[in-house]
């Protein structure tokens, strides 16, 4: 399984950026059935969950982010997106897709991730 990630940049504080995680063609029969999550991590820190959806639509969202981002699928195009807004530095980090093949619930841990992208960086200047 191949997860590609995009859409990290630099954007001031109080901007906005799009991530998009798409997952190779190998596992579209499944891709509906997986959950799919962002996780961030920043330099000296834990990786930690941003924002899941499971096959229901059922979403999952950190304190931090809530009321700012927003994370959505298209299940025909095997892509999972984040839509940032309202940035803060805070935010600042490297941002990874995971699969969860078996549905967390509302316990979303790095640890239980089946699968990874490679990570797109999110920079935010104050």
């Known amino acids: 399984v191949q997860l590609q990630a995009s859409g990290g940049g630099l954007v001031q504080a109080g901007g906005s950026l799009r991530l998009s995680c798409k997952a190779s063609?190998?596992?579209?029969?499944?891709?509906?059935?997986?959950?799919m999550a962002w996780y961030r991590q920043a330099p000296g820190k834990q990786r930690e969950l941003v924002a899941g959806?499971?096959?229901?639509?059922?979403?999952n969202y950190a304190d931090s982010v809530k009321g700012r981002f927003t994370i959505s699928r298209d299940n025909a195009k095997r892509t999972v997106y984040l839509q940032m807004n309202s940035l803060k530095p805070e935010d600042t980090a490297v941002y990874y897709c995971?699969?969860?093949?078996?549905?967390?619930?509302?316990?979303?841990?790095?640890?239980?991730?089946?699968?990874w992208g490679q990570g797109t960086q999110v920079t935010v200047s104050s």
């Open positions: 063609r190998s596992i579209f029969s499944v891709f509906s059935i997986w959950t």
């Open positions: 995971a699969v969860h093949r078996a549905d967390p619930g509302d316990s979303y841990y790095p640890t239980s991730a089946d699968y």
């Open positions: 959806i499971n096959r229901g639509g059922t979403t």
